[in-house]
Nanobody
Framework: QVQLVESGGGLVQAGDSLRLSCAAS????????MGWFRQAPGKEREFVAG????????NYADSVKGRFTISRDNAKNTVSLQMNSLKPEDTAVYYC?????????????????WGQGTQVTVSS
């Protein structure tokens, strides 16, 4: 069993930055890839960013590439998402997810555990 707790969401203006964090407990964090997903009102949940177990490989959705950065600290069992140049279309509930594998995957079905989500609202 893995518990994931996200923090750092909030209400910001377009162009601002936010940093989301996810604290993990339970199974070995350093052996698992991690991901961030988001779900906007009326839309399906979508992939945002993923990071491999070692942190050596990352991948991003095209919509956030160059603006968002995913990172992890295996000593602290945390994964973060630095979000810069935020846009109103980034408004969503953001979820942290734990994968059973080591590679940074985009498919939601490859993630075993999910956090409760944190709301990010970007006003124009």
């Amino acid at each position: 069993q893995v518990q994931l707790v996200e923090s750092g969401g909030g209400l910001v203006q377009a162009g601002d930055s936010l940093r989301l964090s996810c604290a993990a407990s339970g199974r070995t964090f350093s052996s698992s890839a991690m991901g961030w997903f988001r779900q906007a009102p009326g839309k399906e949940r979508e992939f945002v960013a993923g990071i491999s177990a070692t942190g050596g490989t990352t991948n991003y959705a095209d919509s956030v590439k160059g603006r968002f950065t995913i990172s992890r600290d295996n000593a602290k069992n945390t994964v973060s998402l630095q979000m810069n140049s935020l846009k109103p279309e980034d408004t969503a509930v953001y979820y942290c997810a734990f994968s059973g594998g080591r590679l940074a995957a985009r498919r939601q079905s490859l993630y075993e555990y999910w956090g409760q989500g944190t709301q990010v609202t970007v006003s124009s």
